[in-house]
Nanobody, 122 residues
Framework: VQLQACGGGLVQAGGSLRLSCAAS????????MGWFRQAPGKEREFVAC????????YYADSVKGRFTISRDNAKNTVYLQMSSLKPEDTAVYYC????????????????WGQGTQVTVSS
């Protein structure tokens, strides 16, 4: 199983970025997908996740109203649209797949991408 994340970069505060993550290597039917992030010196934290159907979505309070997660099952791809970015959003962003129903804890996700750096300047 491979997860390839891309779309990170350097952006000014208030700007936007769109991350994408393509999964390959197996069928991801009924799998939840999520985004997590890890800032320097901090633990990896939950950002957003989405159920297989897209009908259930959870966000961390810190990104609610600014980030939007979506998925395209035909492409095995999950997206994270990030708007109104803040310097505190700076982190390496990871996508992940859980071979079960939607959940938020980092520990229950089975497959992880390599991460993409997002840097927000003030």
């Amino acid at each position: 199983v491979q997860l390839q994340a891309c779309g990170g970069g350097l952006v000014q505060a208030g700007g936007s970025l769109r991350l994408s993550c393509a999964a390959s290597g197996r069928t991801f039917s009924n799998s939840a997908m999520g985004w997590f992030r890890q800032a320097p010196g901090k633990e990896r934290e939950f950002v957003a996740c989405i159920s297989w159907s897209g009908g259930i979505i959870y966000y961390a309070d810190s990104v609610k109203g600014r980030f939007t997660i979506s998925r395209d099952n035909a492409k095995n791809t999950v997206y994270l649209q990030m708007s109104s970015l803040k310097p505190e959003d700076t982190a390496v962003y990871y996508c992940a797949v859980r071979s079960a129903s939607i959940a938020t804890p980092t520990s229950v996700y089975d497959y992880w991408g390599q991460g993409t750096q997002v840097t927000v300047s003030s």
